[in-house]
């Protein structure tokens, strides 16, 4: 993706800013039980949550966006079992960015805070209610200043 993004800009992308931070994910069943996947992970600058049994496990991106001018990048796969009933977790940077009326951000931990609080236990539509509630919560009157999605996939 990032070289076909450096590709489809040309030579008109050093006055385009064309860096984004995404997060791919690819999951395959085991060959050995049925009740596994497996979960391959890559990452620019978007990490993956995983909750099993109120356990989770984060899976962070690399340090780089795709589409940075004249960067060759070799992104990382990150593997990892992972089973029925379990929930992934994929945002946009626009949820931990989002500021409230005194211009605090939302945060990286105020949102693995929310993760690790039960909720996974919960149905996915409680849990868009939840996540939809805490952000309004935090944000007040403050204008949304960046595209806000949420993704959870339960397995």
Same mark, same amino acid.
């Given at each position: ?17 064309? +860096? ?5 994910? !690819? !999951? ?40 940075? !001018?004249?960067?060759?990048? !070799?992104? +990382? $796969? ?12 994929? $945002? ?64």
């Amino acid at each position: 993706m990032h070289e076909a993004l450096l590709e489809i800009a040309g030579k008109e992308h050093k006055q385009i800013e064309l +860096s984004m931070q995404i997060g791919l994910c !690819v !999951v395959e069943p085991s060959e050995y039980d049925p009740d596994k996947m497996i979960l391959t992970f890559a990452g620019a600058g978007r990490p993956l949550y995983y909750i099993q049994h109120a356990e989770m496990t984060e899976l962070k991106g690399d340090r780089f966006s795709i589409g940075e !001018v004249n960067e060759k990048k !070799v992104f +990382s $796969n990150r593997c990892l079992e992972v089973q029925r009933g379990g929930i992934l977790y994929m $945002n946009t940077d626009g949820y931990i960015d989002q500021a409230n009326p005194e211009q605090r951000r939302f945060g990286t931990q105020n949102f693995k805070n929310a993760l690790q609080s039960g909720i996974a236990e919960k149905s996915l539509e409680e849990q868009q209610e939840y996540f939809e509630k805490l952000l309004q919560e935090h944000q007040k009157s403050a204008p949304q200043r960046d595209d806000i999605t949420l993704l959870a996939i339960m397995l």
